[in-house]
């Protein structure tokens, strides 16, 4: 007969070695140059999590048009999709929650499965997520973008 006790313990270390190789899947970043590191707080040291409302997030220049930057420590994206039209949408992929990759022709990329997200709208463009990027609020003044 098999003892309940070690059991237990095989499953609680496969579940804990599963849930270790699953958290670290997707944060590779491809490359490219849109993933932006955490911003340090006065303190210097670097900021994690969602941006604190009104903190500045990037500036407007920083945005290409068309396109956008990821903000991976935020979990948060920001495009302009035309000249002037801001916004910002989750950076975790609505398919299995992972952190999109990059933003190129007009698309948000996740490179985990293959999803991406329009930047005018956060909408599917191409599977397998079903359910578009959720929309964050962001306020525009001057040249400075920041977290509502």
């Known amino acids: 007969m098999t003892n309940p006790s070690t059991r237990r313990t095989v499953l609680a270390?496969?579940?804990?070695?599963?849930?270790?190789?699953?958290?670290?899947?997707?944060?590779?970043?491809?490359?490219?140059?849109?993933v932006e590191p955490a911003s340090p707080d006065a303190s210097g040291s670097p900021?994690?999590?969602?941006?604190?409302?009104?903190?500045?997030?990037?500036?407007t220049g920083d945005i290409p048009v068309g396109g956008g930057k990821i903000f991976k420590d935020e979990k948060v994206v920001v495009t302009q999709a035309e000249q002037g039209d801001f916004?910002?949408?989750?950076?975790?992929?609505?398919h299995q929650g992972c952190t999109v990759a990059n933003v190129s022709d007009g698309t948000i990329?996740?490179?985990?499965?293959?999803?991406?997200?329009?930047?005018?709208?956060?909408?599917?463009a191409?599977?397998?997520?079903?359910?578009?990027l959720p929309e964050k609020q962001i306020t525009v003044t001057g040249d400075s973008i920041s977290v509502a």
């Open 47 to 59: 900021t994690g999590g969602e941006a604190p409302a009104g903190e500045e997030l990037t500036k």
């Open 87 to 94: 916004k910002a949408f989750s950076a975790v992929c609505t």
């Open 13 to 34: 270390a496969g579940a804990a070695a599963l849930l270790v190789g699953c958290s670290e899947y997707g944060d590779e970043n491809d490359g490219g140059d849109t």
């Open 109 to 124: 990329n996740c490179t985990c499965h293959g999803s991406k997200f329009r930047v005018a709208d956060g909408s599917v």
């Open 126 to 132: 191409d599977g397998p997520a079903q359910k578009p």
